[in-house]
């Protein structure tokens, strides 16, 4: 603590408007799914949002046709 003015100042920006939810996944669901992500080399998360993502482009798109 004694040579805090040997360091130089530092400018960063923080995003804060990001968030986390956290959504149960039934195990037997969740199992199959790090399977999934395992064989695709990704992450569980990264195939979950990957597939919402999908999943409501797909919802949007039926909505708008119907619309």
Known sequence: GEHW???PEADF???L???TRLV???AD???K???????????AEGLVNSWLREKIRSAEQTR???G
């Open 17 to 19: 408007k990001r968030r």
């Open 33 to 43: 799914l790090i399977a999934i992500a395992r064989s695709k080399k990704t992450s």
């Open 29 to 31: 669901l969740a199992t």
């Open 13 to 15: 920006e923080v995003d």
């Open 64 to 66: 708008c046709d119907r």
């Open 24 to 26: 149960a996944i039934d």
């Open 5 to 7: 003015e040997d360091i």
